[in-house]
């Protein structure tokens, strides 16, 4: 099913009118309202009038996440406070947070977004979602809650934590639908499995949504056998809007962005030249409708790619290829540049792997250190040393040559690796403290 198909399906020469008309009106609207946009463009020596069509866009200065940090909280905002209907905020692990400003039209356009993904993963008003995302500051919780109570789903606004009052609802009520990030997912699935007077046989699931943090298509076939349903990645960002931005179609080959409402480009995050469809760098985002607090071509350190076939389901809307992780998550090890999903994806190739790992990487006498902690299955974890000897020689192996880097392998007793709720910690870079 296709929630809008007059959007989603529009013609590409409908949708680059569209974006043409809304690039204009969203250039002139931030140029006069906001001071930062008005003094960048004249850095540049762009006007408003410049911009004719969204061919034009190149033309524009770039956004980065430091802008929005010293312009925090709000002065990036382009309507006024008593248009000003919601706040969000980034999770801002280091330094202050990024603050988020929605008008009544922005949460709207929000659960069309979100509305538009659900609708793709095949769900309508007759699914029960349990949404694990958390609520409050962060986006996930409320974000997904409006788009699914748009679509007229039975929301059931379960937050993170409390895993075992979760089960006990998912249980209880029949949901089908699970919606937290992935790694919540894989303790959710875990608990299950583990629980007394729980058993995947009795649970009513048949789709996991999942975002907020990068996963590995083995991650997805890992959630999809232990909770038996079929794994969707929902994309979004605070900056940008929040999950929605875009979504998997049942074809499940790339994430379709809604274009009509934000103009994704790829550009190379060394130069910022634009890059051709089908070349991976950094993803860059002008949102064409928000009123609250718009950015114009911020740059998300998001690495992927962008398709623009057409796809089989319908839609014209370009796709997105997995994100292979955000520029500031690549580790760069003895020199070599890794990105903690390369890990997952390795480790998920082997089934007695859980899923559950963390890296820890350190400097000492001037040499990088690259310790991986491992655990297994419950049912894989063996006190036979040999058995234990061997698998991680083969683990070790398979990593150095996918990865190039040879890393000191522990596997640790099922359970002692710390779960989260919300986004993971699977990283611990101690050559930074
Ligand atoms: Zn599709």
Redesign the pocket.
């Given at each position: 099913m296709i929630w809008n198909p007059e959007k989603e399906c529009a013609s590409r020469e409908e949708l680059h009118r569209l974006q043409s008309e809304r690039l204009v009106n969203i250039v002139k609207y931030t140029y006069d309202n906001v001071k930062f946009y008005h003094e960048r463009m004249d850095a540049c020596g762009v006007k408003p009038s410049d911009i004719r069509s969204i061919d034009d866009i190149g033309m524009l200065p770039f956004m980065t996440k430091q802008d929005l940090r010293d312009y925090y909280p709000t002065e990036t905002f382009a309507a006024p406070m008593s248009e000003i209907v919601r706040f969000h905020a980034s999770s801002g692990t280091t330094g202050k947070p990024i603050v988020a400003g929605y008008t009544r039209n922005d949460l709207d356009n929000w659960s069309e977004g979100v509305a538009r993904c659900l609708t793709a993963y095949g769900l309508s008003k007759h699914d029960i979602i349990q949404i694990s995302y958390g609520y409050g500051l962060f986006t996930g919780g409320l974000g997904a809650h409006e788009g699914a109570t748009k679509v007229g789903c039975s929301v059931l606004p379960a937050s993170s934590g409390n895993t075992s009052k979760q089960l006990l609802l998912m249980k209880d009520l029949g949901v089908t639908a699970l919606c937290c990030t992935p790694s919540y997912a894989l303790f959710l699935a875990e608990s299950l499995h583990s629980t007394p007077g729980f058993s995947p046989d009795q649970m009513n699931l048949k789709v996991g949504i999942f975002g907020a943090e990068p996963w590995s298509e083995n991650m997805r076939a890992e959630l999809e056998d232990k909770l038996g349903i079929k794994a969707y990645d929902i994309y979004g960002l605070t900056e940008v809007s929040g999950p929605g931005v875009g979504g998997e179609?049942e074809?499940q080959?790339g994430t379709?962005i809604w274009e009509d409402m934000f103009y994704p480009e790829i550009i190379d995050p060394n130069t910022c030249r634009p890059l051709d469809y089908g070349q991976t760098g950094e993803l860059v985002f002008t949102t064409l409708l928000k009123e609250g607090m718009p950015v114009i071509r911020y740059r998300t350190r998001d690495l992927t790619h962008l398709n623009a076939d057409r796809?089989?389901?319908g839609?014209t809307m370009v796709?997105m290829g997995k994100i292979m992780g955000r520029t500031d998550d690549m580790l760069i090890v003895r020199g070599v540049n890794v990105f903690p999903s390369q890990i997952e994806s390795v480790i998920l190739e082997f089934a007695e792997c859980s899923g559950q790992y963390l890296i820890t990487i350190d400097r000492i006498n001037n040499n990088d250190t690259f310790q991986l902690d491992l655990e297994l299955r419950p049912d894989c974890y063996s006190d036979n040393m040999s058995r234990m000897e061997n698998l991680k020689k083969e683990i070790v192996g398979r990593l150095a040559s996918v990865i190039g880097l040879k890393c000191d392998l522990h596997i640790v007793e099922p359970g002692n690796i710390e779960r989260s709720c919300g986004k993971a910690k699977h990283v611990a870079d101690l050559r930074k403290i």
């Open positions: 179609c074809y080959d379709h796809c089989r389901c839609r796709r």
